[in-house]
Every structure is written in C-alpha cells, then in structure tokens.
C-alpha cells in the first residue's frame, strides 16, 4: 500500500507559477515510478508525465512540454511539479499516482489537488 497526499494547489494568474507536492509512504520510494495527472471540468482525466524511480528520468506530456517539469528527491519521498506559464487550461484537479516499475498501470493515487488559473 502506497498513500500519497499532494499539496501546493491554489489561484494563480495566467502567467504565473505553482509547485505541486506529493509526499509518499508506505513503500519503498526510489522503486516507484510516480505520475501526474490532471481532470478538467467535465474532461477526462488527462495524463501530464511521469518520473522514473531510481533513475529520475522523465516523460512529460507534449500539452505541457516546456511549460512543466517533474522532479523527486528520494531521500524525502516526494515528487514534485513545477509548473510555470499557466494558462486557464491548466485549470483542474491534478493528482500523483505510483506504480512499481515494471507495472503498466498507476496502482496508487492521491486525493488530488485543485489549480484554478484565471485569465
């Protein structure tokens, strides 16, 4: 069991910068492979990238490619999002999620974290 609380959401302006934590526990940290998704109103959920567990490397989605990134620190069992130039369609609840390295499918996610940004 993997529980994972994620943090740093809130009202930006367009333009402006939020950093999405989440914190885990229960499971090894660095053999978890941790994803960020994100649900618009009335959209489904949309994946946004994913940090690999010891390694670090990362894959971020082509709709936020340049605008976020995704980090960790395993010593602190945490992931981040940078997320910088928000738009209003950034707008949603962003969630973490983890997997073991070799699964395909996210096993784990948090509550989820709300991001409004207005225009």
């Known amino acids: 069991q993997v529980i994972l609380v994620e943090s740093g959401g809130g009202l930006v302006q367009a333009g402006g910068s939020l950093r999405l934590s989440c914190a885990a526990s229960?499971?090894?940290?660095?053999?978890?492979?941790m994803g960020w998704f994100r649900q618009a109103p009335g959209k489904e959920r949309e994946f946004v990238g994913f940090?690999?567990?010891?390694?670090?490397?990362?894959y971020i989605s082509n709709s936020v490619k340049g605008r976020f990134t995704i980090s960790r620190d395993n010593a602190k069992n945490t992931v981040w999002l940078q997320m910088d130039g928000l738009k209003p369609e950034d707008t949603g609840v962003y969630y973490c999620?983890?997997?073991?390295?070799?699964?395909?499918?996210?096993?784990?996610w948090g509550q989820g974290t709300q991001v409004t940004v207005s225009s």
């Open positions: 999620a983890a997997r073991g390295s070799t699964a395909s499918l996210y096993e784990f």
């Open positions: 940090i690999t567990g010891s390694s670090g490397n990362t």
């Open positions: 229960g499971r090894t940290f660095s053999a978890l492979t």
